[in-house]
């Protein structure tokens, strides 16, 4: 990592570190609030595209 692109990579360790704070805890909110029922739905359908995606 050169030391004059340093700053660069901590505004982009920063973001992704706030970002993805977030994105779990939001995460967390719509599973308690609406039970494991959507999520599961959503990581069915999710891993099925995945598989059939990798399939091809």
Avoid at 14 to 27: Q, R
């Amino acid at each position: 990592m050169a030391g004059s692109h340093f700053g660069i990579y901590a505004v982009g360790m920063v973001t992704a570190a706030v970002v993805g704070y977030f994105a779990v805890a939001a995460l967390l909110r719509l599973v308690i609030a609406m039970k494991l029922q959507p999520f599961i739905i959503y990581c069915a359908l999710l891993g099925t595209a995945v598989l059939i995606a990798g399939l091809r």
